[in-house]
């Protein structure tokens, strides 16, 4: 046997000292806690009554050293004094927050200790399905401003089940209950309960979720592990009313009583102040107008748990954007890099002038519009001779016609003229081979041999090659 340390056994001695003086103090006074039943399911209930009986009458115990293992209701006090003796009871309904063997922790009330209880609670299982809450794990440090992101896994003991829960707060910071989510497990079917929630203020938060009830073929009611988490300031050097969180901007233009506005949407994972920091100046000064003229509409909370908030401000006069709009920039702190970043902004390109110039603007550029109407007009013109006389040429029969078809076309004289108005030397070298079979034998120039034929064809395939006098390749619109 190995002995005990001399420390354990004084404190042992200490402690049963302490109690033996208690129970003296307090006249033999009794405290017990009197349970139905001593085991259960998780997302049942113990039920039970704490029982007093002793001098003092100082009302209903402190029941805090139970709240980590258990969610503890109370009612129904009732208390009486009888021979100088006070006699109190009082129901209780404790809520295990996780299974396995838990222990009902020893309290002290009207000079006596209760000694602590042990309990068992068996895990929720039905079918091979495992119904016990998942409480995925939390930082154990967030910044102010950045969200701390809840979630649970509740499976389904069921697929027809349900899962709702209770609304919750807690002192200090914003609760917000986003959509539930279904995931298709191996074997089930789990909902994934999320919550987001934003510190007001620098410390450690207890974070206590809602009660969770899964309903179908019974009820349960869950309570979870307490947590705590520090949520720790943002630099000192930073504005407080920078946003802080993964920022985004959207712009459009829309139209009130027949003016145009700017509007930008300024959306952010975290919360937004009711007036962005610097994102006022910003917009006056990109655009040209009074900080006055921008309006705010205070945040709103989205589907997905962060926020947004809307600026507008009036397109200004004299307004000729082409590209694109003025251009924004915002700074806002992202809590994952731990620094500051920047996001820019073109705003929609538009066009706002006084009416009279803006009657100058239509004018010049219907004249313009008609001037270049007209012009493609003229070279479609162009184009349809062109391929007209393509045509011609493909039906020439002989040399001669094709000589007489290239000098009626540009009112040349000779096929010298002809290549000059072309000014390249491919239309100097058809010349002088088209020359070569007209006058080779002048007494017969009507006259075809298969030689003339091959040579006349080639140069049909060279002269649809040399580009029209208005210097326009017509190749491709031939292949």
């Known amino acids: 046997m190995v002995g005990k340390p001399a420390s354990v056994i004084l404190v042992a001695i200490w402690l049963n000292l302490l109690t033996t003086i208690s129970a003296l103090a307090a006249g033999d006074a009794e405290l017990s806690l009197k349970l139905e039943k001593t085991g259960i399911e998780i997302g049942r209930v113990f039920l039970g ?9 100082s009302g209903p ?13 109370r009612s129904n006090f009732s208390m009486e004094r009888k021979s100088g003796r006070f006699h109190s009871t009082e129901d209780i309904r404790l809520y295990p927050r996780r299974s396995g063997t838990l222990v009902i922790n020893a309290i002290a009330h009207g000079g006596v200790i209760m000694e602590p209880l042990k309990v068992q609670v068996k895990p929720l299982t039905r079918n091979g399905i495992n119904g016990d809450p998942i409480f995925k794990p939390l930082p154990r440090q967030v910044q102010i401003g950045s969200p701390l992101e809840v979630a649970v896994e509740v499976p389904l003991l069921h697929p ?13 910071a914003r609760v917000i209950s986003l959509p539930q989510e279904t995931i298709e497990r191996e074997n089930h079917v789990s909902v994934v309960l999320h919550w987001k ?17 899964q ?31 993964q920022l985004t901007l959207t712009s459009k233009l829309v139209a009130i009583n027949s003016k145009r506005f700017w509007r930008i949407e300024i959306h952010n994972t975290g919360l937004l102040g009711d007036e962005i920091y610097g994102l006022r100046t910003a917009l006056a000064k990109a655009t040209g107008i009074a900080e006055n003229e921008v309006e705010i509409t205070p945040p709103t909370t989205t589907s997905s748990g962060g926020q947004v908030s809307i600026y507008q401000l009036p397109v200004p006069q004299w307004t000729l954007d082409f590209w694109h709009g003025p251009k924004i920039t915002q700074q806002y702190f992202d809590p994952a890099k731990g620094d500051m970043e920047a996001i820019q902004l073109y705003l929609p390109a538009t ?28 070279l479609g013109l162009k184009i349809i001779r062109w391929l007209a006389f ?21 009112h040349c004289k000779t096929l010298e003229q002809w290549a000059g108005t072309r000014g390249t030397m491919e239309a100097t070298l058809v010349a002088d081979e088209l020359n070569a079979l007209c006058f080779c034998n002048s007494t017969k120039h009507t006259s075809t041999t298969p030689e003339t034929t091959s040579a006349l064809d080639t140069l049909k395939k060279r002269l649809t090659r040399i580009r029209p006098e208005f210097i326009f390749r017509i190749r491709p619109l031939l292949s």
């Open 61 to 73: 115990a402190d029941l805090r050293p139970w709240e980590k293992n258990f969610l503890v209701e």
């Open 197 to 213: 929630i934003f510190a007001q203020h620098k410390g450690e938060y207890q974070i206590e979720l809602p009660a969770i009830y």
């Open 390 to 410: 393509l045509n011609q040429i493909q039906q020439a029969d002989n040399p001669h016609a094709l000589r007489k078809l290239l000098l009626e076309r540009n």
């Open 49 to 57: 009554v704490l029982d007093y009986n002793g001098k003092s009458g």
């Open 160 to 172: 027809s089940n349900s899962v709702i829960t209770d609304p919750r707060k807690i002192a200090g």
């Open 351 to 378: 066009w706002r002038l006084p009416g009279w110039a803006s009657a100058i603007v239509y004018l010049l550029t219907g004249m313009i519009s008609l001037a270049l109407l007209f012009g493609l007009y003229q």
């Open 215 to 245: 309903r179908g073929n019974g009820k349960w009611r869950f309570h979870l592990p307490l947590q705590t988490v520090e949520f720790f300031p943002l630099p000192s050097y930073l504005p407080p009313t920078l946003p802080v969180g």
